[in-house]
């Protein structure tokens, strides 16, 4: 982990989906976090993607009896503005 974003407060910036799979600096993409907190996800997880998280997390550290699942936010599909024809 990079400690440019670091900042005097104590707390950093949290790329969501991180600039190495993709993601972006946008503010959407950043969370502000503890350092502390930030420091130990990249400890844990790296740059790894929710899904591989949970896959990890399912086969080592939960009860078998729970799973966690991590899943694609699906997009609604955008609605085509209803035009009336006009007849001639």
Avoid: C
């Avoid at 005097?8 to 503010?27: A, I, L, M, V």
């Amino acid at each position: 982990m990079k400690r440019k974003n670091r900042s005097r407060t104590g707390y950093d910036k949290h790329h969501r989906k991180p600039k190495s799979r993709g993601g972006n600096n946008h503010p959407s993409n950043i969370s502000i976090v503890r350092a502390n907190q930030h420091r130990a996800w990249h400890v844990l997880f790296g740059n790894m993607m929710p899904n591989e998280i949970a896959q990890i997390i399912n086969s080592v550290w939960i009860s078998s009896d729970w799973e966690l699942v991590a899943r694609k936010r699906v997009q609604p599909k955008p609605v085509e503005p209803f035009v009336p024809q006009l007849w001639e």
